[in-house]
């Protein structure tokens, strides 16, 4: 769930869920919306109602590597840098503070070979693997579950936001079911984008 705006708005939402549906676990995204403060005082509110956190990710601005080490050593709970790994550098630094439990791998902030860097250098290091997306179509997704897919070692797979487009046109490919995701059978992405007159093929 997104956090990071207000401490006890996110608390009220999170507990709303958690009544809901009271055996799941939360992995709160604050898109460096907090202060290393408020996400402490985020993570004792969720505590209070039995909530369990199993990831926080990004809860403070890029920079703050000082703040993301000080969250996981303070609350237990494992962080993952987001914004604050866009190279291979920011992983290094990242590895050398101890300021994160995973790396959220997106092919949008680092193209793919970055990518594939960041990740055997993660693994290298003993971090875990998350891997995400900005806003793309599955065209782009797809291309990222086969990097799940082909170098393995990824344990949180965060490849939903083309479920936030209002359409797909790409047909074909990798396919949605609840939590699932199901692979492709064929070369290439296996998927086509019909056109006005023709339909291009993406292999
Ligand atoms: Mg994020």
């Known amino acids: 769930m997104k956090i990071g705006t207000d401490v006890e708005q996110d608390i009220l939402r999170l507990h709303a869920v958690h009544d809901a549906l009271p055996d799941i676990g939360f992995i709160g995204d604050g898109n460096q919306g907090f202060s290393r403060e408020d996400c402490i005082r985020f993570v004792s509110g969720v505590k209070q109602f039995g909530g369990r956190l199993v990831l926080l990710e ?3 601005v890029r920079e703050d590597l000082e703040g993301l080490q000080a969250i996981r050593h303070l609350t237990g709970i494992p962080v993952a840098a987001d914004e604050s790994v866009r190279s291979l550098e920011d992983a290094r630094r990242v590895v050398h503070l101890q300021a ?15 990518a594939r860097r960041i990740a055997a250098f993660a ?16 065209v782009a997704m797809g291309c990222s579950f086969g990097l799940v897919l082909g170098l393995g070692g990824f344990d949180v797979l965060d ?5 936030l487009l209002s359409t797909d046109p790409v ?10 995701l199901h692979p492709w059978h064929q070369p290439g992405l296996d ?11 993406i292999q």
């Open 123 to 138: 693994l290298s290091a003993g971090l875990r693997l998350m891997i995400g997306g900005m806003l793309e179509t599955r």
């Open 171 to 180: 047909m074909g490919g990798y396919r949605y079911d609840g939590p699932l």
């Open 191 to 201: 998927m086509q984008v019909p056109g006005q007159t023709d339909c291009m093929t």
């Open 100 to 114: 994160a439990d995973y790396i959220n791998i997106k092919i949008m902030k680092t193209g793919v070979l970055e």
């Open 159 to 163: 490849l939903d936001t083309p479920l």
């Open 58 to 60: 990004q809860p403070v």
